[in-house]
């Protein structure tokens, strides 16, 4: 028998310490790799966290209610064998993408700058001339009613100490993380037009056939194409620390997802390029019911390796990213639009996206990222290859 | 939930939005111009709306129909036509 110190995860490159919430486990339980076995508070949010050793449970160390520093021994585990005596971390790096801890926070917020508000809430903000912008509910991801208005307009009266703000909070996460990106990471930009047309038709298709709670978005070809892209191309999927380029060990994909209200959270679906376009979809479904409604892992927090963000069907036809350290790239695409194009002297209508790379150009140089988009471009006209 | 009018059409369909988009005043909501821009939901939780009123109303709504869901007036008389209560 060994033991195992099972600790205070970092989630985050700014992140110091983290309050332990809840046990999921006790004494003498048995756990498996990958369990969520805690609850831990950072000041952006609860974060499910998981373990990522078998064992049984000797000792919880550290008691429901106390912050603790990264690194601190929160249980002790036995473990069968010589077992590794300090946690064998999932593969992302100490220093996690900063953005995707906003996300945490997020994740349990649920909602940001712009909440949500009830009609009588708005009614009574008007009455009292309070600014909703400054009031919060009373629960993370809940309505703002009336109370709470009534509640910041008692504390307006009286000078109040500042509330621990989980919007402002999560606001500031970003402040941290978007700053430091573009204060390390020298930014390359590169853009091309992809045409859609084909792969849409077939995805259409495919959901003719398919009930309707099997459709799937046709985020999840961009997910499945970009994976296989970073196959081909190396030195764009992984992480920049210590002054290196670090591949990532799998293909794990952080999706862009925005916040009712605001902010973002970019999770990681899994071995993206290993999963068939259902498996991909039911990931994201989840990810996403998570992001809004529910919470999310340390795993997905940590992971991602690349990240892709993607516009749909609403908004604007480009969008350039700021890169989540540590990771060196982040893949946009734009809204489809039907756009004309030349084609062998006529003019045609095709549907159109514009796809941009935003590249770490201390991992990797221009020519590599245009790889990277060419590929991308080319997987897409053979969708039925990603299923 | 039987739907057997247009008042109660209206009234499950804007129900079903607000699971989605709780904030959203309904009635002072432009009903003749581009629903998702003013309840602001994106491809996502628009499927979901779909699977909802398939759920809820039984109807199964093909993408290809997507274009007629463009506002709230549209996807009344939309779904008023697929329910055939005109």
């Known amino acids: 028998m060994a033991r195992f110190e099972f600790t205070m995860p970092s989630l985050g490159a700014d992140m110091e310490a983290g309050t332990l919430v809840e046990w999921h486990v006790k004494p003498g339980d048995a756990v498996k790799r990958g369990q969520v076995v805690a609850v831990v508070e950072t000041q952006k949010g609860a974060i499910d966290v998981e373990i990522w050793q078998d064992g049984s449970v000797a000792e919880l160390v550290v008691a429901p209610g106390t912050k603790v520093p990264v690194g601190t021994v929160l249980a002790l585990l036995d473990v069968a064998g010589e077992g590794p005596a300090k946690a064998p971390q999932p593969e992302a790096p100490a220093a996690a993408?900063?953005?995707?801890?906003?996300?945490?926070?997020?994740?349990?917020?649920?909602?940001?700058?712009?909440?949500?508000?009830?009609?009588?809430?708005?009614?009574?903000?008007?009455?009292?001339?309070?600014?909703?912008?400054?009031?919060?509910?009373?629960?993370?991801?809940?309505?703002?009613?009336?109370?709470?208005?009534?509640?910041?307009?008692?504390?307006?009266?009286?000078?109040?100490?500042?509330?621990g703000d989980w919007q402002s909070a999560m606001r500031q996460a970003i402040a941290a993380a978007m700053a430091k990106s573009k204060r390390e990471i020298p930014h390359y930009y590169l853009g091309t037009e992809i045409d859609m047309t084909r792969a849409l038709a077939w995805l259409e298709a495919e959901n003719a056939r398919l009930p309707v709670t099997g459709r799937m978005l046709y985020a999840v070809l961009l997910v499945k194409a970009l994976a296989l892209a970073l196959r081909e191309v190396p030195g764009m999927n992984g992480f920049w620390t210590d002054g290196a380029f670090r591949a990532g060990a799998g293909i794990h994909v952080g999706m862009a997802i925005a916040m009712r209200g605001g902010g973002l959270v970019a999770p990681a679906i899994h071995d993206a390029d290993r999963k068939s376009l259902p498996e991909l979809m039911a990931a994201l479904r989840d990810l996403i019911t998570r992001v809004r409604g529910g919470r999310l892992r340390s795993s997905e927090l940590a992971d991602p390796t690349i990240t892709l963000t993607s516009l749909g069907d609403q908004g604007v036809e480009e969008v350039y990213g700021v890169i989540y350290p540590p990771q060196v790239a982040l893949v946009g695409f734009g809204r489809v639009t039907e756009r004309v194009r030349a084609e062998n002297g006529t003019a045609i209508c095709r549907r159109m996206v514009t796809a941009t790379l935003a590249g770490d150009h201390r991992a990797s140089d221009g020519h590599r990222g245009g790889l990277l988009l060419t590929a991308l471009d080319r997987l897409l006209q053979e969708p039925e290859k990603l299923a | 939930m039987t739907v057997t009018d247009r008042a109660g059409l209206r009234a499950l369909v804007v129900d079903t939005l607000a699971a989605f988009a709780p904030e959203v005043d309904y009635d002072t909501l432009a009903p003749d111009k581009p629903l998702r821009e003013q309840i602001d939901i994106d491809s996502f939780d628009f499927l979901n709306v779909i699977i909802r009123l398939h759920e809820r109303l039984g109807i199964d709504i093909p993408e290809a129909d997507y274009a007629r869901l463009e506002t709230l007036d549209s996807t009344l008389a939309y779904l008023a036509q697929r329910l055939g209560l005109d």
């Open chain 1, 97 to 163: 993408p900063a953005l995707s801890v906003v996300a945490a926070g997020a994740a349990a917020a649920s909602t940001a700058t712009r909440a949500r508000v009830s009609p009588a809430a708005r009614k009574r903000a008007l009455e009292l001339g309070v600014d909703l912008a400054q009031v919060g509910p009373s629960s993370p991801g809940g309505v703002i009613e009336s109370a709470d208005v009534e509640r910041v307009a008692k504390a307006a009266a009286a000078p109040a100490p500042a509330t």
